[in-house]
C-alpha cells in the first residue's frame, strides 16, 4: 500500500485563538483504509480533518506550520476548490450542507460548478450506486434524516474524490440508519478503493467497520493503530471518552484476554471457552400501574400535506399511562412517535377522539395552561434556549406563573442536573450532554405531573448519553410518569419499565423491555438495534434474556459454577 | 370555547401555502414554460401600465392580470393578502382625502393609481408564484444576473420552509412556556399584545441558531466549487443548457403582446381620463 495523506510536523493555531488546536501532527493513513479518528472534545479530530482538504489553512487561516501531502499535492500550495475533487467533506450537521432545493441538483451541484461536462453521468452513478433515484425529485428540507445524510455524501461522491471524511455519521441517524451508512461506506471502501475517514465516538461501529483507528488527544495523535490492536487498548479508549463495546467489556469481565469485534466474535469465543449461561433470576422492574394519569380514547390525528390531503398519522390509540410509569415510545420514522408526544402535551388536539390528561381534556385548555400539567422537551435542545441564560430559560416558567418560592426552585433544579455553575452562559454554548440535561431542567421546573421527551439521547457521545439516562432514573421522584420517544435501545434496556411500540399509528406491542427483545420481528419492523449485550445473550440461547452486562456476566459466572 | 383542529387560517395551513406558492405546487400554465419566457412575459405586464394614464388601458390591463392570476392558480393565502391590502388601500384612501380636505376628484384620481398597481401587483403574483427556485434562479443567472443574487435566490426558497418550521418551534415553545394574560381584555387587547410579544421574542434563539447552523452551509459551498464557478464560465452553460424556448412560449408572448395592443386599441377607441 502507498500512503495517500501524508501529514509532517503539522501545528495549527486558530487566528485569535490562545492556543495551537493541532500540535506536532505526524500521520500517515495508506490508501485504501478505513480510520476511524477518535478522541475526547476538543482533541482537534475535525480540524486535522479539514487539512486534509485545505479548508485549513485556506478558509480558516492561521498559524499554519509543517506539511500536509493529500495525494501527493502540498496542501498549502493548493486550494479548497482543487483539493475537493479529491477529499469529500460530509459534516456532522449535514442537513446544513444541503445547499440545493432538490436531490438530484444537489447532487449535481458540485461537478457543475466545477464545469465536468460528464456531470450527467456522474450524477447518475452515484444516484445509482447509493439508490437515491426514487428520491430524485423530493425536496431537500423534505428528506428524513437518513436520507439527507446520503444525499449529502452522493453529492461529494459526484466529484469523484479518493478520500471521504464523514464528521459522526452516529450523532443524528438512528441506530439501524447509521448501521446502513456504515455499509455503504465499507462498501465504497471493499469495491470502489475509497480511503474513508470517519470521527467516530461509538465503539460498537469503530469495531464493527474499520481497519484502523487514530487516537487524537491535546491536538496530536497518540497512536494510529491497526483495529485488531486498538480494539485491546480498551483502557486507553476509556480514558479518551469511548467507553469498550459492551461485548468487549463482558469477556475482559470473565478474563479473556482477545477481545472480539462483533457479537458474533464474542459467541465464538465465550463458547470456545465453554462458557455456558446458566438461568438467573433478574430484577424485576415492576410497575404500579394503579392510577391513571393520562388516556388517549380513540385518537386519530393527520397532517394536511402540500398536496391537500390529509396523512393520517396516528389511527385509533387507546393508550392509559399511568403514575410509576416510565415509558419507552419506539418506532420507526413516521410512526407517529412525536405526533402522539405533542398531542398529550395538548400543542395540537386530535382531529377525533379525546384525549385527557389528570382529569383533564385539552380541548378544554389552551396549551400554556396544559403545560403546567405535562411538559414537552423538544428533540432539538437549541429551539427550547430561549433566553439569554440557562438561568433564565429555566425561570421563564415558574416565575411568570409566580410559583410560590421559585427562585429556590430553578435553583434547586439547576442543582439536580448538576448545571448550577453553568447557569449563567447561554445554552448554545455548552456541550451536547450539556445541553440536554438543561432541556431537562426546564422541564423540571414546570414541576409537570407528566414528562414527555422527544429524542433526549440523540447526538450524544456514550458517556453524555449515561448522564442523561442516569438523571431520567433520579426523576422518578419528582415526576409521576415519564414518556421519553426514543430509538436508542440502551436507554430502553437501562431505563424504561414499560415500551411502547408504534408502528403506522396503531399500537404493535406494549410490553416490558426484556419481553420487546424477544420479538425480532418488531424489532425489524420498529427498525430498533438490540444493545450488544442483548444479541449476545440471545446467540448464547439465554432466556430470560439479560439486558446489561452486569446480568450477562453474572449469568455467565452462575454458569461456570454450576 | 372547545379546541379543534383547524386546516385553514391556522399556522399550518401558512406554512402549507407559503411551500406551495414558494415550489409552484399548484402548476398553471406558466409552469411549464421556460423561465425565461416568464420573466420576459412579466416584464411586459409590469412595465406597460406605467406608460399611460387612460383608464381604459387600465382597466383592460387589470382585467389582463386577473385572467393572468386564474391561469397560473394563485392560492388563497396570497391572493387574500393582496385582496385585503387593496381594500384597505382604498378605504384608507376615503378616510385620508375626506379628512385632508380632499373631494370625490382625489379619490378617483388615487383609484387610477390603484388600478395601475393592481394590475401590476397580479402579473407579479402569476409570474412568481408559477417559478419554482431553481427555475428563477437559472433564468436570472440567463440574464446575467450577478452569480450570488441567483444562487441567493435558490438558497433563500431552500431556507424558507426551515425557518418557518423553526418559528412554528420555537413560537410553540413560548407559547407553552410563557405566562398568558389571565383575561383577554376589551377586543382580547391582551391576548393580541402576548401573541405580538411572542411573535417578536421568537426571532432571537432563530437568529442565533441560524447564525451556528449556516457556518457549515459556508464552509459547504466552497468544498464544493461556488466560488470556483464564479470565474469559471464553464459551469453557467452547463447550468443553463436544458433551456429552450418552445413555441408555447412564443404563442403565449405573442398572445399577450397582442392582448396588450389590444388594449391600447380600445383606450385609443374609447378614451377615458381623469
Not at chain 1, 139 to 167: K, M, Y
Not at chain 2, 182 to 211: C, E, Q
Amino acid at each position: 500500500m502507498s500512503p495517500i495523506i501524508q501529514v509532517s510536523d503539522l501545528s495549527f493555531r486558530y487566528p485569535g485563538a490562545g492556543a495551537d488546536t493541532l500540535r506536532n501532527v505526524n500521520l500517515t493513513i495508506e490508501r485504501g483504509d478505513f480510520v476511524a479518528v477518535v478522541g475526547g472534545n476538543g482533541s482537534g479530530k475535525t480540524t486535522l480533518c479539514k487539512t486534509f482538504n485545505g479548508l485549513v489553512p485556506h478558509y480558516w487561516a492561521g498559524d499554519f506550520a509543517g506539511e500536509v501531502i493529500v495525494d501527493g499535492v502540498d496542501t498549502f500550495e493548493s486550494g479548497v476548490a482543487e483539493l475537493s475533487a479529491k477529499v469529500g467533506y460530509v459534516y456532522q450537521d449535514f442537513m446544513n450542507q444541503l445547499v440545493r432545493p432538490t436531490v438530484r441538483d444537489e447532487v449535481a451541484f458540485g461537478p457543475i460548478n466545477f464545469g465536468h461536462p460528464d456531470h450527467a453521468e456522474r450524477v447518475a452513478e452515484v444516484m445509482e450506486q447509493l439508490d437515491l433515484e426514487p428520491l430524485a425529485g423530493r425536496f431537500t428540507w423534505a428528506l428524513s434524516g437518513g436520507q439527507a445524510h446520503t444525499t449529502a455524501l452522493a453529492a461529494v461522491l459526484a466529484l469523484r474524490p479518493e478520500i471521504v471524511v464523514v464528521d459522526e455519521p452516529v450523532a443524528e441517524l438512528d441506530p439501524a440508519r447509521a448501521h446502513e451508512i456504515y455499509r455503504s461506506l465499507q462498501w465504497l471502501n471493499e469495491e470502489l478503493g475509497l480511503t474513508i475517514i470517519t470521527i467516530e465516538h461509538h465503539a460498537e461501529f469503530i469495531a464493527q467497520y474499520t481497519k484502523s483507528v487514530v487516537l487524537m488527544a491535546d491536538g496530536a495523535p497518540v497512536w494510529h493503530l491497526d483495529i485488531d490492536e486498538a480494539v485491546n487498548r480498551t483502557g486507553e479508549l476509556a480514558e479518551h471518552g469511548i467507553p469498550a463495546p459492551q461485548v468487549v467489556q463482558v469477556c475482559s469481565a470473565l478474563g479473556v484476554e482477545r477481545s472480539p469485534r462483533d457479537v458474533d466474535t464474542a459467541a465464538s469465543l465465550l463458547t470456545s471457552r465453554g462458557l455456558t449461561a446458566a438461568p438467573v433470576e433478574f430484577a424485576a422492574r415492576p410497575r404500579e400501574a394503579r392510577c391513571v394519569v393520562a388516556q388517549t380514547v380513540d385518537v386519530h390525528h393527520g397532517y394536511k400535506t402540500v398536496a391537500g390531503d390529509v396523512l393520517p398519522v396516528l389511527r385509533g390509540l387507546n393508550l392509559e399511562l399511568y403514575a410509576g410509569d416510565r415509558i419507552a415510545l419506539v418506532g420507526g420514522n413516521g410512526s407517529g412517535k412525536t405526533t402522539l408526544l405533542k398531542q398529550f402535551a395538548g400543542l395540537s388536539v386530535p382531529r377525533s377522539g379525546e384525549v385527557v390528561i389528570d382529569g383533564v381534556n385539552t380541548r378544554s385548555r389552551p396549551p400554556g395552561k396544559l403545560s403546567e400539567i405535562a411538559a414537552y422537551l423538544y428533540q432539538h435542545p437549541q429551539q427550547m434556549f430561549l433566553k439569554d441564560s440557562i438561568r433564565n430559560d429555566v425561570a421563564l416558567f415558574p416565575s411568570g406563573r409566580k410559583f410560590e418560592g421559585w427562585e429556590a426552585i430553578v435553583d434547586e433544579v439547576l442543582r439536580r442536573v448538576k448545571l448550577a455553575e453553568f447557569a449563567d452562559r447561554d445554552g448554545r454554548g455548552l456541550s451536547g450532554g450539556q445541553q440536554r440535561r438543561a432541556t431537562l431542567a426546564i422541564g423540571l421546573a414546570m414541576r409537570p405531573k407528566l414528562l414527555l421527551l422527544d429524542e433526549p439521547t440523540s447526538s450524544l457521545d456514550v458517556s453524555s448519553r449515561d448522564d442523561v439516562t442516569s438523571t431520567l432514573a433520579d426523576l422518578a421522584q419528582v415526576i409521576e410518569c415519564t414518556v421519553v420517544a426514543t430509538h436508542d435501545m440502551h436507554l430502553v434496556a437501562e431505563w424504561a419499565n414499560r415500551v411502547i411500540v408504534l408502528e403506522g399509528g396503531e399500537v404493535a406491542a406494549d410490553v416490558d423491555p426484556r419481553t420487546l427483545f424477544t420479538r425480532p420481528d418488531l424489532l425489524t419492523r420498529a427498525r430498533l438495534v438490540p444493545p450488544q449485550v442483548v444479541m449476545l445473550g440471545a446467540r448464547l440461547g439465554m432466556d430470560p434474556l439479560p439486558l446489561s452486562v452486569d446480568e450477562l456476566v453474572a449469568s455467565l459466572h452462575a454458569g461456570a459454577n454450576v | 370555547m372547545a379546541r379543534k383542529q383547524r386546516d385553514i387560517l391556522s399556522v399550518e395551513w401558512i406554512k402549507l401555502e407559503l411551500i406551495r406558492t414558494a415550489y409552484a405546487t399548484r402548476g398553471g400554465l406558466f409552469t411549464i414554460m421556460d423561465p425565461r419566457a416568464v420573466i420576459i412575459w412579466y416584464a411586459i405586464l409590469a412595465f406597460v401600465p406605467w406608460f399611460t394614464h387612460n383608464v381604459t388601458v387600465l382597466a383592460g390591463l387589470f382585467v389582463l392580470g386577473a385572467i393572468s392570476v386564474v391561469i397560473a392558480r394563485v392560492g388563497p393565502l396570497v391572493l387574500g393578502l393582496f385582496i385585503i391590502g387593496l381594500g384597505f388601500e382604498i378605504i384608507y384612501l376615503v378616510i385620508a382625502s375626506l379628512m385632508f380636505g380632499g373631494n370625490w376628484e382625489t379619490l378617483i384620481a388615487l383609484g387610477v393609481l390603484n388600478l395601475k398597481l393592481g394590475a401590476v401587483s397580479m402579473a407579479s403574483m402569476a409570474a412568481f408564484v408559477s417559478l419554482d427556485p431553481e427555475k428563477l434562479s437559472d433564468a436570472l443567472l440567463s440574464f446575467r444576473a450577478p452569480h450570488l443574487l441567483s444562487f441567493g435566490v435558490s438558497y433563500g426558497y431552500r431556507m424558507l420552509p426551515i425557518m418557518v418550521e423553526e418559528f412554528n418551534t420555537v413560537f410553540d415553545g413560548y407559547r407553552l412556556r410563557m405566562m398568558a394574560p389571565d383575561k383577554p381584555g376589551f377586543l382580547a387587547w391582551r391576548t393580541i399584545v402576548h401573541w405580538g410579544k411572542m411573535a417578536v421574542l421568537s426571532f432571537y434563539p432563530i437568529f442565533l441558531n441560524t447564525a451556528k447552523n449556516v457556518r457549515t452551509t459556508v464552509e459547504a459551498l466552497e468544498t464544493r466549487g461556488f466560488t470556483y464557478a464564479q470565474s469559471d464560465p464553464r459551469g453557467r452553460k452547463l447550468r443553463l443548457a436544458y433551456l429552450r424556448i418552445t413555441p408555447l412560449d412564443v404563442a403565449v408572448l405573442a398572445t399577450t403582446i397582442i392582448l396588450v395592443v389590444g388594449c391600447f386599441w380600445l383606450g385609443a377607441a374609447f378614451p377615458v381620463y381623469r
